[in-house]
């Protein structure tokens, strides 16, 4: 399989969303770039999916259930469990870019906003 990724998109969730892999040839895993702006907060949530999220660049706060607020950077890797509350928060002057990856592949009936 091979393409462009779609473009990108300003979701509710108070970020941008590329989605670079989400066929339903591909069931297994899905996997996107999320962009968040300086000083935001994306939307409380959680996904029926698990998912990880790769930091590539900027620092930020990620929060996930019951613990505690984790700083993040480029590099730091991060596993949310499927039906685990989360959000991310951008805590540095340059834009917060990361993978996420879920798997199954992800489906916007998978998302539960919870604000």
Known sequence: MTGKP????????????????????????????????????TQLHALSVAEWYVIESGSGRVAIGDAGPQTVTAGSLVAIPRGIT??????????????????????????????
């Open 6 to 41: 779609k473009p990108e998109v300003y979701t509710v969730e108070r970020c941008y969303i590329t989605e670079l892999l989400n066929d339903e040839a591909w069931p297994e895993v899905s996997l996107a770039r999320a962009r968040v702006r300086p000083g935001v907060t």
């Open 86 to 115: 989360q959000c991310i928060e951008n805590t540095g002057p340059d834009d917060l870019v990361f993978l996420c990856l879920c798997a199954p592949r992800f489906l916007q009936d998978c998302y539960t906003p919870l604000e």
